[in-house]
Each structure stands twice: as structure tokens, then as C-alpha cells.
């Protein structure tokens, strides 16, 4: 069961790039790296997911190093409604082990 | 599209009485289907997970069952509820490879046991 460690909180303004970085020294062959956004008394929502290099869609960019022990997940110029609880998870290969751990609290400042 | 439901959007139960929450997906077939549990202020628990019709696997040993008697559909039930079953329960599905890891999630029921 891969564990993943993510700053708890994070801080940025309106119109900067913020790149969130999880840990995941454990991470199996054929686990593949998932990253989520939740606002409050919602569920979380399916930003980008890769397996190794880089991802990138019109929402977020992922990149993970060739040893997979981490990634990042970059938000490029962010705006009041970024502000969420961001989840980086890795898991086996039906969704099973998906572990949210406590996330990362961005909030966004004008 | 695909979209999923769930109900009710908010329950409170005394400790001791059953529950039974249903979530059903639409504009897909044979979907993976997931229940979650979020605490006040914490991340989310996977508690079953399903690959298919009559198959349901338990992450975590609890006062909860989870079933699948169609395709689309999965429900959350136990028997007698306890104070910590208190939560936010999200169904979620994903298609098959390679798109397991993407998860989409219903709207949730927010479960109070009083």
C-alpha cells in the first residue's frame, strides 16, 4: 500500500503558477499516480493522472521524475476558485488502495 | 454522459436503527463502483469496492455491507447504526483499464447517527 505525503496547506495569489508536490517513496510497478480537487460538501473531482514523465490537459500539468518516488502537480495561473483540498493518490489497478490521506489546502488570495 | 446519483442528500438516524443508501449510475455499462467515507475534516476512506454484479470487496472490516444487485446500481447498508458511521458517504464509479484511476464521484449523503 503506497503512502503519500503532501504539505498540508499551501498559500498563493490570484494569476501565479502553484506546483503541489507528494511523496510516495513506496510507489509499486503498476501503480499509477491520481490527482484530485474537492470543495467543500462536494466530492472530489478527477484533475489528471499519469504513470511517469509528464501530463498535461487543459486543466493541470503532472510531472513525475523517472524514479516515480514523487510528483508534482502544477496549476498555472490559479484564480479565487482554485481554492480547494488537493488529493494525490496512488493505487492498484481496480481504484483498491486508493488512500485519501489529509490532502493539501491551497487557498488562493486576491 | 455518464452520470450518478445518489440519495438521499442528507440522513440522520438514531445509534441502533438500519441504513440503507443507493447509488446508480447512468450512460455506462459495467462500471467499477466505489463507497466512500469522509469524516469532519479528514480525507476520504475507501470502506467497498465492486468490478462487477455480486462482487463487492471490503477495504476496511466495519459496521457496514455493501451490495450490487444491478450493473448501475450499489447500495451501502448496516444493520444496526453506530455514533462513528457519522459522515460524509460518496459512491463513486470508473470505466476499465485504462481509465480505472479516474474516479467520478455522486453528490454524497451526509450521514448524522444521533
Redesign the interface.
Known sequence: LAKTTQPISMDSYEGQEVNITCSHNNIATNDYITWYQQFPSQGPRFIIQGYKTKVTNEVASLFIPADRKSSTLSLPRVSLSDTAVYYCLVGGIYGQNFVFGPGTRLSVLP | SQTIHQWPATLVQPVGSPLSLECTVEGTSNP?L?W?R?AAG?????LF?S?GIGQI?S?VPQNLSASRPQDRQFILSSKKLLLSDSG?Y?C?W?AGNPK?????????T?LTVT
Do not use: D, M, T
Open positions: 467499477n466505489y466512500y469522509q479528514r480525507g476520504l476512506q475507501l469496492y468490478v470487496s477495504e460524509f460518496l463513486a470508473s480505472i484511476y479516474e474516479q467520478y464521484f455522486g453528490p454524497g451526509r
